[in-house]
């Protein structure tokens, strides 16, 4: 017959003092390994709620409580998982920390966020340092706007064996690991055709320097917009992540003999770099020319007039990745996952103005 609960007498205490799951199988009249299961939480499909409820009763009349430190050990599991994202002071990174840290928590796990001081992508692996010993420490990766080969000596993506699980955010599709990203091609698509609708055939871009697939979409994406269009061209001009080359490099493509009039930056932060340009040449946004960003991170409420951009769910993008890690870590593959963004049309965009 099932266990009914442990009886009205429980058995003494372990001699130590500390009751174990022995104590609470034998009480309870279940295996040891049925005990193990209850208090993992991976008894549903596998022991009746009956025999939860006995394991529960006997664990209480005991005051059991499982060694946690001891099962990790056992298990090789320490229910932490780390974050790489390329930097700390990017507002994206932070909302998608966010994100990622309450669906692990969700699940009794731990995040802990290393940020990768590569920029480019494949320089150097992030952890060709000191810290690679702490891999040991950890359950999984969640890796987020990096190339893949940096992270491949150290990680595997299928699961039990040598390395670790990984999942990719906002990284190229199709290379391995499972991906999770917001479907950025759609968001620039729908920006040019934008500025495309408003009249504009003159095209800056200031796209970064750092070779991500990010990166790249959005600038095949912006070329696919154009190449629909007839009469329409275009100069690119590539800049580092701040907004004072951003600046440098928009004044370039202001000074030009045939200068833009609208200005299409792949993030936020370009756009604020534009926007100082723009001031130095004593044009008015968007009377005299268009800027755009990327990202819709606080900057673009910020700056004035405020600025036209694509909002990207960076705290959706966390929790969904961090989702399919844990996943990967019960030994289920998921499914790679594309995000909708949202173009958010605001006052740094008008139809070009009349040709001179």
Known sequence: MPPTGPPANPAARHPTGRPTARDVAKLAGVSQSTVSLVHAGKWPGRVSERTVRAVNEASAALGYRPNQAARQLRLGAT?????????????????????????????????????????????????????????????????????????????????????????????????????????????????????????HRNFGRLVPTIDTWTFAARENAHRAALDGVSGTRGTTARTRFTVHDAA?????????????????????????????????????????????????????????????????????????????????????RPDDASLAGELVVRASTAPPPPAA
């Open 79 to 199: 229910r932490t998982v780390l974050l790489v994202v390329p930097a700390l002071s990017n507002p994206f990174f932070g909302a998608l920390h966010t994100g990622a840290a309450e669906a692990a928590a969700r699940r009794d796990f731990s995040v802990v966020v290393f940020p990768s001081p590569v920029e480019a992508g494949t320089e150097r692996a992030p952890f060709a340092s000191p810290f690679a010993a702490a891999h040991t420490a950890l359950d999984g990766v969640l890796a987020s706007s990096m190339a893949y080969e940096s992270l491949a000596e150290l990680l595997t993506t299928t699961g039990p064996g040598p390395g670790l699980p990984l999942v990719m955010l906002d990284s190229e599709p199709g290379t391995g690991p499972p991906t999770v990203n917001a479907d950025v091609a759609a968001g620039m698509h729908a920006l040019t055709t934008h500025l495309l609708d408003l009249g």
């Open 248 to 332: 440098v490099a928009a004044l370039a493509l202001l000074d030009a003999a045939d200068p833009p009039t609208a200005l299409v930056c792949d993030d936020d932060v370009l756009a604020a770099g534009a926007y100082k340009a723009a001031r130095t040449r004593g044009l008015r946004i968007p009377e005299d020319i268009s800027v755009t960003g990327f990202d819709d991170l606080l900057i673009a409420t910020v700056v004035e007039p405020e600025l036209t951009t694509v909002r990207l769910p960076a705290h959706r993008i966390g929790a969904t990745g961090m989702s399919a890690l844990l996943d990967l870590l019960d030994g289920h």
